[in-house]
């Protein structure tokens, strides 16, 4: 019987799937203590890389270390003791050889247990950065090892791997059971990256020869010195081009999926929009046009529109929503615009019913808030097409709103939401056809993080900000100088301006030392500025009480506004010209970002004032410098990623992020430009995947990413 592709893929997933308990020397103890480190299997032990490697081709003899290298070295341990320095305890020990001798020292951890796990007399090998005191070479807290008798033929490879710390579980242990996985793992494992598709991946084909290899060198690289760093570099290169590609994939067989079930074809007649335009006081953005044309251009075909808008804040998003909207409208459908909180909803609805002012458009708002009487209304007449315009919350997606005919929606900060909201909303559609969706988000995505979580989305960029909108000046303000700060908000509010003031919770913490929005507020409105007029704005205020607060600093009645991060998106406020943010280093840059766009947005002079604790580290003062040096919201989310991380950046609501085994898109974006090309080529000729070769593509693709990326296609 011949074995296919799909057999020799099944087989390597058998492998992988295979718990660890299976390999020599992992009983019940041992295997409890890999799950701790979330190992359970043969794949994630493949997938749990060194974080280093010994070259022992490059042992230097101790008198020839370098002070600043990280290096690795060998030697008898001559003298381990310990002695107290005015009152602190120092574990310090001597290794030597017959050229030289290298200090070891501890300041912290469990000296007794150090003392019998390194006998005096014993062959070490160890792993530090060299420094010199009082004219010695030395390394501080050395990993070290027992080379002894038992020094197995594994061990004596040119290159050790040395892997983070499973508790419990000795490194030695650990490569020879780490050997065992690759083994198994590299025997069966199948290429996933078809044979064109490797030819676009810019690697020397001889990488992508040997499947197996790429374990194997991984974890045991064959070579040491110069040869060392090149063939880690060019398996990993292969190993997270794979699953990038892979991604990819799905993305593209997503994307072609939502085309194939059909949309709606709008046929607008262009007189609700014109009739809007004409009544702004000011011009459209270039920008702004080019996208709305990009937008226009999606609607009016039958497939489905999915495009991410991106725009700084206070590019004008929302207008170029609310003119997509009227599209769908004027071709007898609705609209519906989603939010993430019913602050930033229930902004939406006052502006974009001002600005339909006169025109024939039925607008409503709903939200949790919404009483049960206005809410069964509401839904009637949502149902029956009396409602044009719907904005709301994640109250759209309850399963009892139902539309007549949805067009479009839309869905405001995406990174608030989860993938399969979105796809909640847009199945609320009628009749077998998918609404047109757009995607607005004011946090500018890096590309590698675009292709990855809306790698499904056209993109469409408002680069480009309104006449008079000028660069608010940002400082960063110590404990100290508090004081020039408020007095500064009093001469703006003297000149008949405003301030915010933001915190990051709402009742104080015992686990973090933060400044309470309610209790900030007692003290700004009691102490700081008892002659003014203090307001305050939460999450957990009634809507009603929500509305009041935002209406009475809309109008000048509040001079100094205290929230939370409520405000962070939506609010426009053109009086305001002060920001200042209580403990600026809990938030992240790109949040602080959009705090910042609150102010500036009148024409007059604005600040915003980073309000740092005492206890800041020196990389927290670098990542708040960044807010101090540019507006350009691209560059603060491109620091903001390197720093916090994908997970971190988008909020832990975004369920579509992908989970990399190897890939890193911080430090791997450029590879997914190339992927996405691979994955373009394969897709261009053979779109359903039905070659051999392409088979097993889509299996693996399937059982990867199909529940995560709601892939649509069938098959």
Known sequence: MTITGLDRYRQMVSV???????????????FARFEKKGLRTIGDALAFLPYRYEDRTTIKNLNELLPGEATTFMGKLKRLEVRGYRKRRVLEGLLVDERGALSLKWFRGNFDWLLKKYPVGEELIGYGTVG???????????ELELVGEDYSASESDPVTPVYSEVEGVHQRQLRRIM????????????PLVPQEAQALSGLDPRWWEDPGRIWRELHFPSKGGEDLTKIVAGCRHVAVLEEFFLLQIALLLKKSGDEAVGGVKHSPTYKLVKALLSSLSYELTDAQRRVLGEIRADMERPSPMHRLLQGDVGSGKTLVALNSALLAIEGGYQAALMAPTEVLAEQHFKNISQLLTGLPVNVRLLTGSTTAVERESLLGELSTGAIDLIIGT????????????????????????????????????????????????????????????YGDLDLSVIDEMPPGRRPVSTKIVKERGRGEVFQFVRQEVSKGRQAYVVCPLVE????????????????????????????????????SDKAEALEAFSSGKTQVLVSTTVIEVGIDVPNATVMLVEHAERFG???LHQLRGRVGRGGNESWCFLLAGGSVSEDGWQRLRVMEETNDGFRISEEDLRIRGPGDMLGTRQSGLPDFQIGNILRDGPLLEVARGMAQAVLKADPPLSSPDHSVVKRVVEARWSSKLSLLYSG
């Open 16 to 30: 992988m799937d295979t718990p660890l308990t299976a390999l020599k020397g992992v009983g019940p103890k041992v």
């Open 132 to 142: 010199v005191f009082a004219g010695r070479k030395e390394v501080v807290h050395p």
């Open 179 to 190: 050997r065992q996985a690759v083994e198994s793992g590299a025997r069966a494992r199948v």
């Open 394 to 453: 994640h109250a759209l997606i309850v399963e009892d709103v139902s539309f007549r005919r949805l067009g479009l929606i839309v869905v405001d900060e995406q990174h608030r939401f989860g993938v399969m909201q979105r796809v909640a909303l847009a199945e609320k559609g009628r009749d077998g056809a998918l609404p047109d969706t757009l995607v607005m988000t004011a946090t500018p995505i890096p590309r590698s993080l675009s292709m990855t979580v």
């Open 508 to 543: 104080e913490s015992e686990k973090v030392e933060l400044k309470a929005a309610v209790e900030t507020a007692n003290h700004f409105s009691s102490e700081i500025f008892p002659d003014l007029s203090v307001g305050l704005l939460h999450g957990r205020m009634r809507g």
């Open 589 to 591: 840059l790109s949040q």
